[in-house]
């Protein structure tokens, strides 16, 4: 390709970017990116697999700059998320599949669908039977989407953190029926978890210590789960609660911790608890 045939084709790129604004104005530079005699490369050689993790990326750092306030940040970040949207939506396109638009009527036919008490003239009595009602429909859709669905735990993605799946599992299992009827029966399974560790590690039992610390783990969520807590929110928080605390020890010390007593360490996390 000559000099003056790329030079056409980057000005048929910009002219279609700068022609158009709002969201066609982000799909023309998609679309561009992705344009074979003049698009990027890099963005040329991207599919699902491969977007994926920069998708995952984009989500944390969204949930970081709502947590740390930021909103200049979150601007930003926002956009990158629904860039990730449109790059997929750019793919699904050239295969035929569906394109962004498809994308858009979906989830508003699904959002009006699931507020019928906003969009029609259904009335709930308490946020009780709201929810009741939401869940159903999930349920109904769920059956709709995928008749091969043999148990009610086949919809969950096996990509979900950990803690958000088992939470997930439990709240789906429970709909049914499957669930402890009262919160100190979910008690008495965690001290029980808590026992059996204590056991398997007295043992030398390395095999089933790791999968009675996973029993464990599954029995603090649904705790959590009962207590109407997120598990997944609650560990982020008290992760960055020590390392908050953490950082102000490194502070406070004198001399590298590394070359403190426990002691000395335990008093200045103490101290850095007391302040904020």
């Known amino acids: ?9 980057a000005e048929k790129l910009l002219a279609q970017v700068e022609n158009s604004s709002g969201i066609d104005k982000l799909l023309a530079v998609m679309s561009s990116l992705r344009d074979r ?11 699902y697999q491969t977007i ?26 926002l956009g990158d998320l629904l860039f990730q949207v449109v790059f997929y939506a750019q793919l699904t396109k050239e295969e035929k ?32 039977q709201l929810k009741q009602a939401w869940e159903e429909q999930k349920h109904q859709e769920r059956q709709q989407k995928s008749k091969t669905n043999t148990s009610v735990l086949d919809d969950i993605p096996k990509a979900l953190p950990e803690l958000k799946r088992a939470q997930k599992i439990q709240k789906r299992v429970a709909k049914i029926g499957f669930d402890w009827e009262n ?19 007295d043992q030398g039992d390395s095999e089933n210590l790791e999968e009675e610390v996973g029993d464990l ?60």
Request: charged share 35%; net charge negative.
């Open 183 to 201: 919160v100190d029966q979910v008690w008495d399974k965690v001290k029980e978890e808590c026992e059996e560790i204590t056991l398997a590690a």
């Open 97 to 128: 599949r569906f394109d962004f638009y498809a994308i858009v009527e979906n989830i508003c036919d699904k959002l009006v669908r699931r507020h019928p008490h906003v969009f029609g003239d259904v009335q709930f009595e308490s946020e009780k």
């Open 52 to 77: 994926l993790p920069f998708t995952i990326e984009e989500v944390y750092e969204v949930a970081e700059a709502i947590e740390s306030k930021d909103f200049d940040s979150l601007k930003d970040e």
């Open 1 to 9: 390709m000559s000099e003056i045939q790329k030079e056409n084709i």
């Open 37 to 47: 005699e003049g698009g990027c490369p890099w963005d040329l050689e991207q599919d």
């Open 217 to 276: 783990l599954f029995a603090v969520v649904n705790l959590s789960r009962h207590y109407g807590i997120d598990a997944d929110m609650a560990l982020r928080k008290a992760n960055q609660k020590f390392d908050s605390r953490f950082r102000k020890v490194e502070t406070f010390s004198e001399k590298p911790l590394n070359q403190s007593t426990l002691e000395e360490l335990e008093l200045l996390w103490q101290r850095a608890k007391k302040t904020r």
